[in-house]
């Protein structure tokens, strides 16, 4: 990695168990500031499960445990002084199947910076909402129908209101766990164009199925297989000259 880069999250041995079962096997990954890390890998090689250990989402998995060290800033997450709500407002997440709440487009943004105090007025609000949206890529579709419901959205407008619903917290980190795979090829194009913008102000985790969307979106990228990290690189190097045949092997189509 550049020695430049200012490493935004840093995990050191990160092992997952759920019940006795150890499904990640000690990840050394270094996630660098302002730019787009990609884990790539097959189905079930454990990338979605590191994801989630990067704001704890899975302590809400009964029998899940978390060993080893992640790093934000250089502070331990994991740490028991650790409040894991504003944690998770420094780190947000934007998911698979777009889940915006069942209320209108406003209440959606609104939700998070009424719950953390960010707002002190109507007018604030009103402010962190547009603003969300404008970096959400949706403000002008959706500015003359706040009060409908954000589930009247269509399936990529529904993903980037969650996006903006992410943003209004004011996150440093936003990961995001395959945002595209429930989208048609437009959409998707809208999001990664969003992704490549959103990248100036936050660090980007993605997982993502598609080779062709790791190597459009992302600067850096790391393969998993079977609950190891098996190289990571720059995304050039990695989709060019990758340095472990299983990464070649895979983005190549021969496994996955």
């Known amino acids: 990695m550049n020695p430049r880069l200012k490493i935004k999250m840093c995990g ?8 006795q079962k150890e499904i990640l096997h000690g990840i050394h990954l270094d996630i660098p500031e302002n730019r787009v890390t990609a884990l790539i890998g097959p189905s079930g090689c454990g990338k ?3 994801l989630r250990c990067l704001n704890r989402m899975n302590d809400t ?6 060993t080893g060290q992640i790093l934000l800033d250089e502070e331990d997450i994991y740490d028991p002084s650790v409040d894991v709500v504003e944690l998770r407002s420094r780190v947000g997440m934007v998911f698979q ?5 069942p ?12 719950i953390h105090g960010l707002a002190k007025s109507r007018v604030d609000l009103d402010e962190i909402i547009e603003q969300s949206l404008l970096k959400a890529g949706l403000f002008h579709e959706v500015k003359d129908r706040l009060h409908d419901a954000g589930t009247s959205l269509s399936g990529g407008q529904q993903q980037r209101l969650c996006i903006a619903r992410a943003i209004a917290v004011r996150p440093e980190v936003i990961l995001m766990d395959e945002p595209c795979s429930a989208l048609d090829p437009i959409a998707t194009a809208r999001i990664e164009e ?3 913008d959103l990248r ?8 993502t199925h598609s080779m062709q969307q790791a190597a459009r979106v992302s600067q850096f990228t790391a393969m998993f297989h079977m609950g190891n990290l098996v190289e990571v690189g720059t995304t050039k190097t990695i989709f060019t000259s990758p340095g472990e045949q299983r990464t070649q092997d895979y983005i190549t189509g021969r496994f996955g």
């Open 48 to 50: 979605s499960t590191f």
């Open 194 to 196: 969003l992704i490549d």
């Open 200 to 207: 100036r102000n936050y660090t980007i985790t993605i997982v």
């Open 12 to 19: 050191s041995n990160v092992k997952v168990f759920y019940a």
């Open 103 to 114: 209320k209108s487009i406003y209440e959606n943004v609104a939700y998070g910076p009424r």
């Open 61 to 66: 998995i009964e029998g899940a445990r978390v």
């Open 97 to 101: 199947k777009p889940n915006p709440f």
